[in-house]
């Protein structure tokens, strides 16, 4: 017969598992499957079989594993759609003694001495002759649209609040955080300091080859080895300028400062000249011949008569030019062929602007390294397969020109805008001076260099803009040839200008480094931020005169170019998308004073940046981005932790935000389901963990994916225990950070630990983004008499799980659980899968088996086997589910037949419920409680071997020895006699509980089986019995789980959610 408390428990405790149809606010129905509240079983025989009495809680909503698979060809859980997912540092004012700047000497001055410079001097004329007067428009629109919304940008972000020391530097890193402010600023200070390679490497090529040519020092055997020479000068001579300005800087930058306003003079005077060249052509055109020798362009280095042969005194005889082409000065000497069918001509090298020669100069005439330079409609007798000798007098081209070659070598031309923005500490209003300065001297810079574009294809032949170091010319510089009065004055104030440029490169350059060294962002750096007692960075100008070095000793201007051209649009790039990320954010924070910004122009400017690092050249490009990458992952793994309340951190906040409310809409999908986890973790009192392998197991499950919340109870009132909550709180990040569990920490201060635990399990997470696993330790001391509420509190949160709909996870012999360094080089991890509740013990050996400690253990799975069920055809169905699954494992079906129950079984019950009996109403002192539960345990242990022979229950209660007498007993029932309570029962009368015989002798069965099988596996999982609804039987189920899983080293019991979390389909 059964027990009527045994049926009520078994028809009451099975509320905490069943799903509903559908859940409250869900709106969604499950999925529908048979492996959860779809199985029709007999109740009454069902509960008949005692082997698996321990498990009866669940099988009114959970389905044996044996009725499962016989469902299997039913399974119809077709995918639905799965859900969609989509130190704070206070800038201090400087009171600054002495005058303040204004806009036109504090902002817009420095930006047009920065932005003019070398390449205007040195290249724009060869860039319009290569390129053509329309395509160089369009190449300096492009670079001038870029600066320009790059300066919108800039001036937003300048003006909504104070800049201090850093510029452009401290405006990215506050606006986008550490990591990108970090990468963009080394990547400035690697273009500022590649800038003053090319300056110094300016000055030396207007030195070497416009005003002193005879100063070189390595002197070229051949006309072949010109070049290679020139770049051997340029290297020794660019060193030599390199430690001398660095010199200067070290001994005083305050001279550097006094200067520039001399070097400033200098580049407006050179392009006054200019422009008063181009007026005087209209009118007085200069007398520059170009000799030309059929169409092609002849140097003026070797020859001064324009003629093959000249008459002198009427008689006929060969010029020197005859003799660069002949072999001999006779009439009749053998020529080159070329030189022999074609004659010389003479024009006119600058026709002026009235000439109309702009329409020769429109398209473009790129070319090919060693082409020859000719004047387009010119008359040539072409000569087959001519052979190209060394030595003649022609002007060749010296790279291969193309538009994109054109544009990485212009773009650094139009750099040098930030120039306001550094000095903002030094002007009256940064906010009203640095948006109106750099506007226009960037508008002042593009009109120049449009203009120019403009006059140069009005005023000078093409041969000329196309000869890049004016050989026609006789050596001479071609803008300088231009100007008025005196081409010296170009010449003399192009390289003082090239010059300064130089020194504020190398002034600024490592003032930049030494203000990211002083950030602390990137620990290798840091011995950079130190400097003199001045405060001058000594160490950081010596690695920039070393970073300078290897520019000066790529030795070619062009080639360096493209380099800046690089690390100046992506830190302009980065300046747009703060500008555009700050303002798409709308934080309450950002309030510029300039208004006339938008997001879709510094979307705009962003997108011209990134668009010309490409054009200019793509190799190139990659390169930076690399570099600008491993320097965002350095910092973002071994940097200084640093909150500026920076746009990358709210837009962080905006998408996660977004997330949470889009992944709130409903449950996900069974294949996106992961153990989204809650450990629970036990404090001592010194508010240390006391399990810290349960962080290590949770780190091996996790693998970094999907959402942990490490949670713990401190018992008492928040005021009172405030200190000590922080403490717990630095402890347990403490030891994630040194176990490598990436999730959140959550400590709950409450009256009781029970209170507490529920809170976590009620309200720990946010939104969708809530726990569906808890994670627990089993507790060892649940039978110690100074830990009486330990049992209680574990049951509780058991019961607390089953309610939330909530898979739990119990850890038992936790200390024994491997470290995240520790391997397993063999071995087996045991499920043991009796009743399905969602298939999470097939998953949790998959996730495991992702992290190293696990990833050479091997799967099996057992299942149980009844008697009335076909084993052979269990273990096909199963090792067809598990095909489906894509999971590899061992399978074995363990057959557990009906056989009476055990004298052992039996007494072992009875003991239970004798300890439970005495411990609950004989209401013993601490000493005879103690004394009385060792002696319990005695007799169970001794019992254990002689009971084994027995084959029929004790038929009375009498062979049970106790300590206790008639005496003691009336002695003790008159001492605590109450009114309100029921009398004592009579120990030597008592029976055990029928229910409790059957569970016992499951959980003793059960134990005997995995022993056989599993004892020697590196982890057991096992579904995990359910709590019995009638509360008295708490103590008694510990028991059972105590029983189930004794003589296992590690065990983690697992008890479902109640929803499938796994699926054959795709």
């Known amino acids: 017969m059964r027990c009527p408390s045994c049926m009520s428990m078994a028809t009451g405790a099975v509320w905490a598992l069943e799903l509903p149809a559908r859940s409250p606010g869900d709106g969604n129905p499950r999925e529908s499957s048979p492996f959860i509240n779809n199985v029709e079983v007999d109740r009454e025989s069902f509960f008949e079989r005692k082997n698996m009495a321990l498990f009866e809680e669940e099988m009114d909503s959970n389905p044996m594993v044996s009725s499962l698979l016989n469902k299997l060809a039913n399974y119809t859980n077709l995918s639905q759609g799965a859900v969609e997912h989509e130190e704070g540092e206070e800038s201090r004012r400087h009171e600054v003694k002495g005058p303040r700047m204004g806009t036109f000497i504090g902002v817009y001055l420095p930006c047009l001495q920065n932005i003019l410079g070398v390449i205007l001097f040195l290249r724009l004329t060869w860039i319009v002759g290569a390129a053509g007067v329309l395509e160089s428009f369009l190449i300096v629109s492009m670079c001038c649209t870029c600066t320009m919304l790059t300066a919108i940008s800039m001036s937003a972000i300048a003006t909504n609040g104070v800049v201090p020391a850093g510029g452009s530097y401290y405006m990215i890193s506050r606006s986008l955080g550490p990591e990108f402010g970090g990468a963009v600023g080394l990547c400035f200070y690697l273009g500022t300091t590649f800038a003053g390679a090319m300056y110094i490497l300016g000055t030396i090529e207007i030195f070497l080859t416009y005003i002193s040519p005879s100063a070189s020092i390595i002197q070229a055997d051949s006309v072949d080895g010109e070049a290679a020479a020139m770049l051997h000068n340029m290297r020794v001579y660019g060193t030599c300028t390199l430690v001398f300005m660095a010199m200067v800087v070290f001994v005083g930058v305050k001279y550097v400062n006094k200067l520039a306003l001399v070097f400033l003079a200098c580049v407006v005077l050179s392009i006054l000249a200019i422009y008063a060249g181009v007026i ?7 007398d520059i011949p170009v000799c030309l020798l059929g169409n092609r362009t002849l140097s003026r280095r070797g020859f001064d008569l324009c003629a093959k042969v000249h008459t002198i005194n009427n008689s006929t005889a060969t010029t020197a030019l005859w003799g660069l082409f002949c072999n001999s000065s006779m009439p009749n000497a053998t020529c080159d062929e070329y030189f022999a069918q074609n004659n010389v001509t003479e024009i006119q090298g600058i026709p002026g602007v009235a000439s109309g020669v ?5 398209w473009s005439a790129y070319s090919d390294k060693g082409a020859f330079v000719e004047k387009k409609g010119a008359s040539s007798m072409a000569v087959p397969e001519e052979s190209r000798a060394s030595g003649l007098p022609y002007v060749l081209t010296d790279i291969m020109t193309y538009f994109t070659m054109l544009v990485g070598i212009y773009f650094p031309s139009v750099t040098g805008i930030m120039a306001g923005s550094n000095r903002s500490g030094d002007l009256k209003d940064a906010q009203k001076s640095i948006p109106t300065g750099t506007i226009l001297a960037i508008v002042t810079t593009s009109f120049i260099y449009l203009s120019c574009i403009v006059l140069f294809g009005a005023c000078v032949e093409g041969v000329i803009l196309r000869d890049k170091f004016g050989e026609a010319l006789q050596g001479n510089l071609v803008i300088g040839m ?65 970073i300078c070095e290897t520019g000066i000793l790529i030795a070619s201007l062009d080639s360096v170019a493209p380099i800046l051209s690089m690390f100046f649009l992506m830190c302009y790039m980065f300046v747009n998308l703060a500008c555009a990320v700050q303002t798409l954010l709308r934080t309450p924070n950002w309030r510029p004073r300039f208004k006339y910004y938008h997001w879709t122009l510094s979307f705009l400017g962003m997108s011209l940046c990134l668009a010309l690092m490409f054009i200019c050249s793509w190799y190139y490009a990659l390169f930076a981005m690399l570099i600008a990458g491993c320097i965002y992952k350095y910092i973002e793994y071994r940097g200084a932790e640093k909150e500026w309340g920076d746009g990358i951190r709210g837009l962080s906040l905006n998408a996660a935000r977004y ?55 401190l018992e008492g009132t928040y005021l009172d225990k ?99 360094q520790e391997r397993f080089s063999d071995g087996n991890i045991d499920v043991w899968w009796i009743v399905h509740d969602g298939g999470l013990l097939m998953l949790l050996p998959f996730l495991l088996r992702q992290h190293k400690v696990w990833r050479k253990c091997r799967m099996r799975i057992f299942t149980v086997a009844q008697v009335d069920d076909n084993s052979i055809q269990m273990k096909k169905d199963l ?91 009336i002695a003790e029932k008159s001492k605590n006699r109450d009114p309100g309570v029921s009398g004592f029962k009579d120990l030597f009368t008592l029976k055990p509980n029928q229910c409790n015989v059957r569970r016992m002798h ?34 008694n189920y510990m028991e059972f789980l105590e029983v189930l899983t004794e003589g296992l080293n590690r065990v983690l019991l697992v008890r479902g959610s109640g929803r499938e979390v796994i699926t054959i389909y795709s």
């Open 280 to 286: 005087k052509t209209a009118f007085d055109p200069p």
């Open 879 to 969: 090792q067809m589910f598990l095909y489906h699954l894509r999971i590899s494992a061992e399978v074995e079906v363990v057959e557990m037949v009906e056989n009476d129950i055990s004298a052992f079984t039996y007494e072992k019950t009875l003991m239970m419920e004798q300890r439970s009996q005495m411990l609950k109403q004989m209401q013993l002192s601490k000493t005879e409680r103690q004394r009385e539960a060792q002696l319990i345990h005695d007799r169970n242990t001794a019992s254990h071997s002689a009971a084994a022979g027995k084959t029929q229950p004790p038929s009375t209660p009498d062979k049970v020895q106790m300590t206790w007498t008639k005496e003691k007993l």
């Open 659 to 713: 997330a949470l409310l889009r992944v709130e809409q409903g449950p996900p999908h069974t294949k996106n389901w992961r153990p989204q986890v809650l450990v629970m973790l036990n404090l001592d009192a010194e508010q240390q963990v006391k399990h810290p392998r349960l962080l290590s197991f949770t780190t091996q499950l996790k693998a970094g994916k999907g959402l942990t919340i490490v949670g713990s109870v």
């Open 1002 to 1035: 499951t959980a003793v069965k059960l134990n005997d089986v995995l022993l056989n099988k599993s004892q020697d596996a590196q982890l057991v999982l096992l579904n995990m019995p359910g709590p019995p609804k009638n509360r008295q039987g708490d103590e």
């Open 358 to 362: 702009l329409l020769d100069n429109l």
């Open 722 to 820: 405030r200190a000590e909550a922080q403490q717990a709180e630095e402890n347990i990040r403490s030891l994630m950070g040194t176990e490598k569990t990436k999730g959140f920490c959550q400590l709950v201060v409450s009256s009781n630990l029970r209170d507490g635990m529920s809170h976590l399990i009620q309200s720990a997470g946010l939104g969708g983004m809530k726990h569906n696993t808890v994670l627990m330790a089993w507790p060892a001391s649940w039978k110690q008499e100074d830990n009486p509420f330990s049992w209680k509190n574990f049951v509780d949160t058991v019961r607390d799980t089953t309610a939330a709909h909530q898979a739990l996870l119990v850890a038992k012999n936790v200390d024994l659980f491997p470290q995240n």
């Open 482 to 546: 231009l100007a008025w009065p005196s081409p010296w004055v170009i010449v003399i104030g192009s390289f003082f200008s090239t010059c300064g440029a130089g020194l504020q490169s190398l002034t600024g350059a490592p003032r930049l480094l030494q203000a990211i060294a002083r950030d602390g962002i990137i620990p290798f750096l840091q011995v950079f931020g130190h400097g003199k007692s001045n405060g001058e960075p000594t160490w950081a100008l010596l690695l920039t005169a070393l």
